[in-house]
């Protein structure tokens, strides 16, 4: 006969108990943030200011919250502009320079220049924002240079991009920007009045040569040590056997002694000569001693 097992209640309760431990430790894990704000801007002291006014508003705890953000970081003099305000409001206008996303430089460069892009701040996420309060909008522009401004109605593009600050892709990314984004009925702003920019003027491209008209000589070129010709090139250059010139080709003195001065041949020709003529002397005188002898007889 089977007897009926009955379970221990402190059993039961150990086990209810260790449950709801290990779940609650598991909960809190999966939510830790994958960085820390603060402690991020603390290895910039530049922006000891903005860092102080994320802990002062606790702004750093719904920072720290998120997976994937933005932050729009002032520096030290640039901050100032947003003094004059109570924590309550800088909290709201800091708020909206935090954005929802990833945001590196090399992302901001891929947006479009048809058109501002808009992106989502952490102040649409408190539901104090009304008329485009809680949204950015992003430019670039013909320059190159990348314009922040609130998007809500007539807001002015009041920041540009510096310059990268900090980042851990893909969860948090710190940028520069030259001036606080001014939020339409949030707040007051010190700001300077901002720096006179030169026209903008498109660059013209040249026209292209006519394919009659003679190519223009090239300055670098022409005056090119390579390109001018050196005086040894421009002197007649020696025979390659110029060194044995000397010995192969006589002198026009040389040639005027060999000219003058006769050769064996002419000798051998003056004696044979000379020879003759004595014979020819001799046989006159053998002829006219045998003529006298005649006559004497």
């Known amino acids: 006969m089977m007897k ?82 109570s924590l309550d409001v800088i909290k ?25 892009t808009v992106l989502t701040t952490l102040f649409q996420s408190t539901g ?22 609130s998007a809500a109605k007539d807001a002015p593009l ?11 892709p893909y969860n948090i990314s710190v940028l520069q920007i030259s001036a ?9 702003y010190n700001l300077p009045p901002p720096a006179p920019e030169a026209p903008y003027v498109a660059p013209v491209e040249a026209p292209a040569p006519s394919a009659d008209a003679p190519a223009p000589a090239d300055d670098d ?26 010995a192969s080709s006589p002198s026009k003195a040389a040639d005027e002694d060999d000219a003058e001065a006769p050769g064996p041949a002419d000798a051998d020709a003056d004696d044979s000569t000379s020879e003759g003529s004595r014979s020819q002397i001799g046989g006159v005188v053998v002829a006219a001693l045998v003529w006298l002898w005649l006559v004497n007889l």
């Not at 009041?158 to 851990?168: F, T």
């Not at 001018?228 to 000397?246: L, T």
């Open 128 to 149: 104090d924002a009304v008329n485009q309060q809680g949204f950015v909008k992003v430019v670039l522009n013909k320059r190159g240079q990348i314009q922040f401004g």
């Open 158 to 168: 009041s920041a540009k991009l510096v310059k990268p600050v900090a980042s851990q």
């Open 92 to 116: 709201q206008i800091l708020d909206a320079h935090v954005i929802l996303d990833y945001y590196d430089v090399a992302k901001m460069r891929k947006l479009t220049t048809d058109k501002p």
């Open 4 to 85: 009926n097992y009955n379970p221990n209640p402190s059993s039961s309760v150990l086990s209810f108990t260790l449950f709801l431990l290990f779940f609650f430790l598991f909960s809190s894990s999966s939510s830790v943030s994958a960085f820390n704000v603060t402690r991020l801007l603390n290895q910039f002291p530049e922006f000891g200011a903005f860092n102080d006014y994320l802990t002062k508003t606790r702004l750093f705890e719904q920072i720290n919250t998120r997976q994937t953000i933005t932050v729009l970081a002032l520096d030290n003099a640039t901050v100032s502009s947003i003094a004059g305000n």
């Open 221 to 246: 070129d022409a005056d090119s040590p390579a390109d001018a010709p050196s005086p040894a090139s421009k002197a007649p250059e020696p025979a390659a056997d110029a060194p044995d010139a000397p």
């Open 180 to 188: 606080p984004i001014v939020i339409p009925g949030i707040g007051v």
